[in-house]
């Protein structure tokens, strides 16, 4: 009897692994290739925590190859959304340099923005459809630190608003952001309240500016912490607070040091939150609010859609309703009402 039941043992979360890969893999590929893909790679132990800081951290996260193994034990149409992100960024963060999607990447050839001119009257010449775009990836800088349990990342997204119907003026840009990020991401706890299950804690150093010299310089810099949640597997949420760094005061309006926008965080606020529900190969649908904490702040709302094109599966059509303040970084003391249409290659899930 013991040798029978020796026998009929659960097959472990490796060799499942192995089981799926080999009924997915095409011809040619070796067993070597198989292992690689579904065994946990060797690690360095983790140093003897040396603070209490380390030592929560050690108790309540997992190191990195333990959170990928327990995550690829699991059938991937058993996954949430969130598990699938954490574990293809486990496993590129130990490849560094590996290229990852950051935010959504998207191209919307049609944009229609309804708007104020700014005070200092820029853009009245500009038209009211554009084309927008933006470009978003990250990618890890270091191996993981404390033993698996940070990952070190950086991240980059562009934001591009382009004139591209007007030809008496050659199609010019009308505006440019740039936003690098040094982000360290820590899987969650899994700590779980009202069916909401903490997944990830990012941190963040972020910078955004859009380029330009004086008068047209817009510039800050905030750190940031963001919490990603998900209930079920296709719902999800994050919230992202930040502090604004501080900037001297500048001596000159047109003096090249100093803070170009000190009323900056009246408009783009202190906080945001997401929540968004998606179907891997259906509609997903996000809303955002961003709000300042004062009492004369201001805020945005933006609601977008998304949908498989069927041309391909990272092929999506998306469209996006924004009204509120930070359209973009120019504009950012400015009520926008914008709608665009268009298609993306990746979603935020």
């Not at 200092?120 to 698996?148: H, N, T, W």
Request: glycine share 6%.
């Amino acid at each position: 009897m013991l040798l029978v039941a020796s026998v009929r043992a659960e097959p472990t979360a490796v060799e499942q692994c192995l089981l799926r890969e080999l009924n997915a893999a095409p011809g040619g590929t070796t067993v070597a290739e198989l292992r690689q893909r579904c065994e946990p790679r060797a690690t360095v132990p983790a140093a003897p925590a040396s603070n209490t800081a380390a030592r929560v951290l050690s108790a309540v996260i997992e190191p990195a190859p333990q959170v990928l193994e327990r995550l690829q034990s699991k059938a991937e149409d058993e996954r949430s959304l969130f598990e699938r992100r954490v574990a293809s960024e486990v496993r590129a963060a130990q490849e560094p340099f590996a290229l990852l999607p950051h935010r959504p990447n998207y191209l919307l050839p049609v944009s229609h923005q309804e708007r104020k001119a700014t005070s200092l009257d820029f853009g009245s010449a500009d038209r009211a459809v554009e084309s927008q775009f933006q470009i978003s990836f990250k990618l890890p800088v270091l191996p993981p630190l404390l033993g698996g349990r940070v990952l070190p990342f950086f991240a980059y997204t562009g934001r591009a608003w382009w004139q591209v119907y007007d030809a008496p003026r050659s199609r010019p840009f009308r505006e440019y952001n740039h936003e690098p990020e040094l982000l360290l991401a820590a899987p969650g706890a899994g700590a779980e309240w009202l069916g909401w299950r903490h997944r990830l804690t990012v941190f963040g150093l972020n910078h955004q500016s859009n380029g330009r010299s004086v008068p047209q310089s817009r510039s800050w810099n905030r750190v940031t912490m963001e919490f990603y949640l998900d209930r079920g597997q296709h719902t999800w949420a994050a919230l992202k607070v930040w502090q604004r760094l501080p900037e001297d005061r500048k001596s000159d309006p047109n003096a090249s040091s100093g803070d170009d926008n000190p009323d900056i965080s009246r408009y783009l606020g202190h906080f945001e939150l997401r929540l968004g529900h998606a179907q891997v190969r259906g509609h997903s649908v996000t809303a955002m609010l961003r709000r300042s904490l004062r009492s004369e702040g201001r805020g945005a709302v933006q609601v977008d859609w998304s949908h498989p094109t069927g041309y391909s599966p990272s092929l999506r059509w998306k469209a996006h309703v924004f009204s509120g303040y930070g359209d973009s970084m120019i504009d950012y003391n400015v009520r926008v009402q914008r709608f665009g249409f268009g298609v993306m290659l990746n979603d935020w899930f």
